[in-house]
């Protein structure tokens, strides 16, 4: 009888160990990861997000791969990883424009920036870089300002959306100046670049690693970067302080998030892997190059971070009278 009993105990044990959701599982990952990049090839997110792929492959065991889903402004990338299965294999590769901008800009924008993400860590932080065609008759921030006062609304600048970062920054440059602007969005920053090389937009504010090299090769003239230093990248282009505009400073950052309800120890895995990459020097290396610098932070870190930018693009954007929907 006890032998029956005993048996029947190792059958039920077996049965449950079949049945039970955490059976079979294994350690995280098990598959590839997923990068959601909400704007088009080409642009800073982009760079962020391959910035670490080939390292992170390495260091979890599992490939990376970049998607890029474009359009509404990166709402619905957004929405692509807001909408996911929160089980760590699909990510979002954040803008802060879009990010911490668009709650303000859309009344429905299909995601909360607080309610539908985790945070993971914090990847990149650029300054903005003001650029334009060749052929223009300016060289300066100084001299830009003064022709398009000559000739307002002559001169168009290019964004990488509506509600964008450089749409604000464009709103900016304009109520600080007094200059009149023709404001011409496009879906990412990629598209931005091609035309500005073809000569058929004007002016540009965006991060440097989408434009730098072409800065360097001499087909597009860099007017002033938006920072309190030079660049290591750009080091022959005024700051705007050196320009005579200290005030027209701005910022960009770009972080990884997960679904909300991602488990804990998913996140950290994630966290601690995304930081041990950021450190390495031919990151560093590469970061730098490109007119950003990584930046290391832990989730909890990157959730307050969240919070505080949220709120203080919220008086900018209220500020610059942007509205969109």
Do not use: C
């Amino acid at each position: 009888m006890k032998r029956i009993t005993l048996s029947l105990l190792v059958a039920a044990s077996a049965l449950i160990a079949v049945s039970s959701p955490a059976a079979g599982q294994g350690k995280y990952p098990e598959r590839p990861i997923t990068f959601v990049v909400p704007s088009a090839p080409g642009g800073t997110t982009d760079f962020t997000a391959r910035l670490v792929t080939e390292q992170l492959a390495a260091s979890l065991g599992q490939p990376v791969v970049v998607e890029n889903k474009a359009g509404a402004a990166g709402n619905i990338g957004n929405q692509t990883v807001a909408r996911a299965k929160p089980d760590g294999y699909t990510l979002l590769v954040a803008y802060s424009g879009y990010q911490v901008g668009n709650p303000h800009l859309y009344k429905k924008a299909g995601w909360d920036p607080i309610k539908d993400f985790v945070p993971v860590a914090m990847m990149t932080r650029a300054p903005q870089v003001v650029v334009t065609r060749m052929g223009l008759p300016f060289n300066t921030l100084q001299d830009l300002i003064t022709y398009a006062k000559a000739n307002p609304g002559k001169l168009n600048y290019a964004s990488s959306g509506n509600g964008s970062i450089q749409h604000i920054a464009g709103e900016m440059l304009q109520q600080q100046t007094g200059v009149s602007l023709t404001h011409v969005p496009y879906k990412g920053a990629g598209p931005v670049v091609t035309d500005l090389l073809g000569g058929n937009v004007d002016l540009f504010i965006t991060t440097p690693a989408s434009v730098v090299s072409h800065i360097k090769a001499g087909k597009m003239k860099a007017l002033a970067v938006t920072s309190d230093s030079r660049l290591p990248s750009l080091p022959d282009v005024q700051t705007v302080a050196e320009a005579g505009m200290p005030q027209f400073k701005l910022d960009s950052w770009f972080a990884l998030y997960a679904p909300a309800g991602t488990p804990a120890d998913v996140v950290q895995t994630l966290n601690q892997a995304v930081n041990k990459a950021l450190m390495l020097p031919e990151v560093k290396k590469r970061s730098e190059e490109s007119g950003t610098t990584t930046e290391v932070m832990t989730p909890a870190q990157l959730g307050s971070f969240t919070k505080k930018e949220l709120d203080f693009w919220g008086q900018v954007i209220k500020k610059a009278n942007i509205t969109l929907d």
